[in-house]
């Protein structure tokens, strides 16, 4: 027969919200030990005669919680193997925001029998104490765990043990990034005690109260919360009967364009580095991801959780270095790994073709990832300068083409595939680069103007001549460092 550790909880306040069957048990054991001290009932139950040992010389000693936890579990580890019974007893219920429970189910409860009794939780006092049904919805998170909780304002949410005005700040903060800041929040102490009390006051003024272990904030339900329910809650509002007249008549098809917009837009933000833009227009590319979702899911095609569902799962898929038991030593080992497995995930769409992307992808980007494709088979120069000569013959082809007034179409693009594939060899983004080139262009355009309205000429009333001599001085400028670009 394995020896037994009873694991009680005190309830949330005095003897009257402990539950007799706790109160016989702590008076009758000759081993009791005690997490804390620190509570209402403490004091009553030794007027009651109980006999017991705290653990709050473990928290004056310990660096962090987890390890007066393990020094806990070592401690009654240790009691259990000479005494057939021992009871530990925590403050509320031993189920629930517990940390050293949990500790000692998962360590001992191969070895021992561990009994876990019921009792009266300090949600049961939140209930009584707040005007509030928990069928509303409930979400209950460690004051360090909000970060990253997907807080979707739609329940009532509670955060137990935020006994400092530090952790307080700490609590705002998090919240602040999902919350308004004037959004309310109760903060109530001294839980089910004649000492209660419950105060109402606005999220930025959260960590101007006063706190102590026995202090539970509060977030009720609210409609301005940041979060992807939220977007979607939006979304779904626009498209419905009710919703805007534009929104509700687009399909598929018609949102295209905009997806398209929406990207180059990102792209532009990224190449000005311009990081409060760039924040605004991933917004309005997340949202046609959302719009296409919303779509679908009325057409009874898919929902944003299959979009969801899809990526978690090939990310997770694709980084077994990460996720699995596969070792990577560098970036090139990943990109390898990455290949092998879309290999594997493509395998049985090969016998429909090599290409297996977006055909509408725009030409230059089109054309590098058709030549990275076949190179992966060997179809491939051994380097750069069989590229180069395949530019060179290419452009004199063109030449024979314009010369000849045949083929000028094909000759062209043959061209600009073959400097697309030099590109490749060079490690350069075609797309990117021409992009630079571009803006190099514009950018000296503009100061040629700028430079002929400084002599109150005007370029539509100047011959090729007259323009190119501002033009080689607008690259004389650049060249000295007068004229940035976006390269």
């Known amino acids: 027969m394995k020896n037994t550790l009873h694991v009680l909880g005190l309830g949330p306040a005095g003897l009257e919200t402990m539950t007799l069957g706790t109160y016989r048990l702590i008076l009758s054991s000759d081993k009791v030990f005690m997490r804390t001290n620190n509570h209402p009932c403490v004091q009553d139950l030794i007027l009651e005669g109980a006999r017991f040992e705290s653990f709050d010389s473990y928290y004056d000693q310990g660096q962090s919680f987890e390890e007066v936890y393990e020094r806990i579990v070592k401690r009654l580890e240790e009691e259990l193997t000479v005494h057939e019974e021992v009871v530990y007893a925590v403050p509320g219920h031993p189920a629930v925001a517990e940390r050293s429970v949990q500790l000692l189910v998962d360590k001992l409860s191969s070895r021992f029998r561990i009994v876990i009794h019921p009792s009266v939780s300090f949600l049961d006092g939140i209930f009584t104490a707040i005007p509030m049904d928990p069928i509303q919805g409930l979400l209950i998170r460690n004051y360090d765990a909000l970060r990253g909780s997907e807080l979707t304002g739609r329940e009532w949410l509670i955060i137990p043990q935020v006994y400092s005005s530090l952790i307080a ?42 706190f ?38 687009q399909t598929h098809e018609t949102l295209k364009p905009y ?60 980084h077994p270095h990460v996720f699995g038991e596969v070792h990577v030593d560098n970036s090139e080992q990943v990109l390898k790994n990455w290949e092998e497995i879309k290999k594997e995930e493509k395998r049985e769409e090969r016998a429909k073709g090599w290409f297996h992307f977006p055909q509408a992808l725009p030409a230059l980007m089109l054309a590098a990832k058709t030549q990275k494709t076949v190179a992966k088979v060997g179809f491939d120069w051994s380097d750069y300068q069989g590229a180069l000569i395949k530019v060179r013959e290419e452009l004199q082809e063109l030449q024979e083409a314009i010369k000849f007034g045949e083929g000028i179409r094909e000759e062209f693009g043959d061209t600009l595939f073959a400097l697309v594939n030099l590109a490749r060899f060079l490690k350069l983004d075609p797309e990117d680069t021409l992009r630079g080139a571009v803006h190099k262009f514009q950018a000296r355009f503009e100061k040629m103007a700028e430079m002929a309205l400084g002599e109150e000429k005007s370029l539509e009333n100047m011959t090729l001549e007259e323009m190119d001599f501002y033009w080689e001085k607008a690259k004389r400028d650049e060249k000295s460092g007068n004229i940035v670009g976006n390269v």
């Open 169 to 210: 700040s700490d609590v705002k903060l998090d919240l602040m990034e999902v919350y308004p800041d004037e959004a309310p929040v109760m903060i109530v102490q001294a839980l089910g005690t004649q000492e209660q009390i419950v105060r109402k006051v606005s999220l930025y003024e959260l960590d101007h109260q006063q």
């Open 212 to 249: 102590d272990h026995l202090t539970t904030v509060l977030v009720p339900p609210h409609r301005d919360v940041i979060s992807m329910a939220k977007l979607e809650e939006v979304m779904k509002t626009l498209r419905s009967p009710g919703g805007c007249p534009w929104d509700r008549e």
């Open 259 to 318: 997806l398209i917009e929406e990207s180059y837009e990102v792209l532009e933000a990224i190449e000005h580095q311009d990081m409060y833009n760039l924040a605004e227009e991933l917004g309005d590319l997340l949202l046609q991801v959302v719009f296409h979702a919303q779509v679908a899911y009325e057409a009874g095609e898919f929902e944003f959780a299959d979009v969801l569902r899809g990526i978690i799962h090939k990310m997770i898929h694709r």
